[in-house]
């Protein structure tokens, strides 16, 4: 199984980001899926998640109302869509699948990890 996130960067206060999590070497449509991410010097968070066809979503409430979390099974990949960052949106961003729930789970419930792409944002 491979995540391969992808899509982050530096970016200015009140700007935009996309982030693409491509999926492979297993059947993704069957995956509940999150985003998390990690600040230097904090634990690892939840950001956002979705269950298995994506009609059931959760977001963590530093990010409800600017972030979006959508997945397209047709093509093995889950995107995080970022509006209006923040400074402290700042972390690195990791995308993670859960082989065991179809619905919205758990950090601690996911079994495979992708590195994480570096989101910055400039204040």
């Known amino acids: 199984v491979q995540l391969q996130a992808s899509g982050g960067g530096l970016v200015q206060a009140g700007g935009s980001l996309r982030l693409s999590c491509a999926a492979s070497g297993l059947t993704f449509s069957t995956y509940a899926m999150g985003w998390f991410r990690q600040a230097p010097g904090k634990e690892r968070e939840s950001v956002a998640r979705?269950?298995?066809?994506?009609?059931?979503?959760d977001y963590a409430d530093s990010v409800k109302g600017r972030f979006t979390i959508t997945r397209d099974n047709a093509k093995n990949t889950m995107y995080l869509q970022m509006n209006n960052l923040k400074p402290e949106d700042t972390a690195v961003y990791y995308c993670?699948?859960?082989?065991?729930?179809?619905?919205?789970?758990?950090?601690?419930?996911?079994?495979?990890w992708g590195k994480g792409t570096q989101v910055t944002v400039s204040s």
């Open positions: 993670a699948a859960d082989r065991r729930h179809t619905t919205i789970t758990t950090m601690g419930d996911m079994d495979y």
């Open positions: 979705i269950s298995f066809r994506g009609g059931a979503t």
